[in-house]
């Protein structure tokens, strides 16, 4: 348990810590010795891109160059690449000394990647705590709970929202989502008893990610109860009756007719 | 030349599972979303019938984009050259519709009209359409089971059709 709490404990103190601090959910910012880099020092987008692309790759080990390019852009020259490459190493370590080695993006012969024990990354972050969290559930349910809430500060919308129109940044963004919806959705759970205002605001959050995730409409329906506001209840079912209609063309599942019928069981 | 990015659709499909008990049996229900990377649009499905429309109305019109300042003539040649491939996943989309979707609900409207089809062609008197609609929370197993009687039913008309075919002889 001191060692889920330790875990969590390291990871903040990266965040603290790092020289390069990235920003992706919901906007893109990077921070160099906690200074944030303004979209002037970028230059061009170019190097924004090839960037993100290392970010949204960051796990598949050593990106080659060619496949890079490939999937950024259209028409593209290793000087493109080059001038790309430098404009990154120059907003992450603008006093390095020529031909040294760069720090924070690993070269090796012609596959790059980013150096993920230097540079704190919030998506990174966000899949760790989770990782935490799931791993204190059973055991340690306040352990959990700050995992969670930690995981959940750091998501502030969407992953690299300006590029939503890239699929080489979909498959994170998909996989963002899907986290942090379970990530509402247990923690939701969690707090049910003991703070049900919480619960209902977390699983509220769940929905305005996708307003037909039906766990949320329970919770919510639950909550409602615990707070002694049977027409709110009543009220969350209906709505989650008439989106799955809408969008599906199916009726909630029988756990959610079953809630419905003890709440209307209560008088 | 038209750009490799005008030229390219992706697409990226959520599934989503439910299982539950219901009348003491294990039931499954799948959800799905499937969303159009280039123009950000989403369609939600429970029969992955509309999603693979979706795909189909997307590829449809990125071929016509593409092929804007060609005679209408040779458009309606590509386009149809472009719909032969959904020809193909017509074929294996009910298989993949049985094997993996099983949504009773839609299934069963989807046999229901099958059955119509197979009986209207022995005879009037019997092609009145059947009414499953008891059959919406069908099970997996129940499912199994009808699936078995088309079978039987079909091999029975096929043998029938013969006998006709034979008498008229």
């Given at each position: 348990m001191a060692d889920l709490l330790q875990q969590i404990e390291h990871l903040k103190s990266f965040e603290k810590q790092a020289e390069i601090k990235i920003q992706t959910l919901g906007n893109f910012v990077l921070w160099r010795n906690q200074e944030k880099i303004s979209d002037k020092e970028w230059g061009r987008d170019k190097a924004i891109q090839l960037f993100q692309y290392f970010i949204s790759n960051r796990k598949k080990n050593a990106l080659h160059k060619e496949?890079?390019?490939?999937?950024?852009?259209?028409?593209?020259?290793?000087?493109?690449?080059?001038?790309?490459?430098?404009?990154?190493?120059?907003?992450?370590?603008?006093?390095?000394?020529?031909?040294?080695?760069?720090?924070?993006?690993?070269?090796?012969?012609?596959?790059?990647?980013?150096?993920?024990?230097?540079?704190?990354?919030?998506?990174?972050?966000?899949?760790k705590y989770i990782i935490i969290g799931n791993e204190a559930l059973t055991i340690d349910k306040n352990s959990a709970k700050i995992a969670y809430k930690e995981a959940i500060e750091l998501y502030k919308g969407s992953f690299l929202p300006s590029r939503i129109f890239e699929d080489w940044t979909s498959e994170e963004r998909e996989k963002n989502q899907l986290l942090i919806l379970g990530t509402y959705i247990t923690l939701a759970e969690i707090l049910l008893d003991e703070n049900p205002i919480e619960s209902i605001r977390l699983s509220q959050n769940a929905l305005e990610i996708d307003a037909t995730w039906e766990d949320a409409y329970r919770i919510q329906m639950q909550a409602y109860i615990a707070k002694g506001n049977r027409p709110q209840a009543l009220k969350t079912y209906m709505k989650c009756e008439v989106i799955l209609e809408e969008e599906y063309g199916i009726s909630p599942l029988p756990e959610t007719k079953m809630l419905l019928q003890k709440i209307e069981e209560i008088h | 030349m038209i750009k490799k990015q005008a030229q390219t659709a992706s697409f990226m499909v959520r599934f989503h599972q439910q299982i539950f008990e219901e009348n003491g049996e294990s039931k499954i229900q799948w959800k799905g979303k499937i969303s159009h990377v280039q123009d950000g649009e989403e369609k939600r499905f429970s029969d992955f019938k509309d999603a693979l429309t979706f795909m189909q109305q997307k590829l449809n019109t990125l071929t016509e984009e593409a092929t804007k300042y060609q005679t209408s003539e040779e458009q309606e040649n590509i386009l149809q050259k472009s719909l032969s491939?959904?020809?193909?996943?017509?074929?294996?989309?009910?298989?993949?519709?049985?094997?993996?979707?099983?949504?009773?609900?839609?299934?069963?409207?989807?046999?229901?009209?099958?059955?119509?089809?197979?009986?209207?062609?022995?005879?009037?008197?019997?092609?009145?359409?059947?009414?499953?609609?008891?059959?919406?929370?069908?099970?997996?197993?129940?499912?199994?089971?009808?699936?078995?009687?088309?079978?039987?039913?079909?091999?029975?008309?096929?043998?029938?059709?013969?006998?006709?075919?034979?008498q008229k002889k």
């Open positions: 496949k890079i390019m490939d999937n950024l852009w259209e028409d593209w020259d290793d000087r493109d690449f080059k001038v790309a490459l430098h404009g990154i190493q120059k907003v992450l370590e603008p006093n390095r000394i020529n031909r040294t080695e760069p720090n924070f993006i690993i070269r090796q012969g012609v596959s790059y990647q980013i150096d993920l024990e230097k540079v704190w990354i919030d998506v990174e972050a966000l899949e | 491939m959904w020809k193909a996943i017509k074929d294996v989309g009910p298989k993949v519709l049985r094997d993996t979707l099983k949504d009773p609900k839609k299934q069963f409207h989807n046999l229901q009209d099958q059955l119509q089809d197979q009986i209207s062609n022995i005879s009037e008197e019997i092609s009145e359409k059947i009414q499953i609609d008891q059959w919406k929370n069908a099970s997996k197993s129940d499912f199994h089971k009808v699936q078995q009687q088309i079978e039987d039913l079909a091999a029975e008309i096929k043998k029938m059709s013969k006998k006709i075919d034979s």
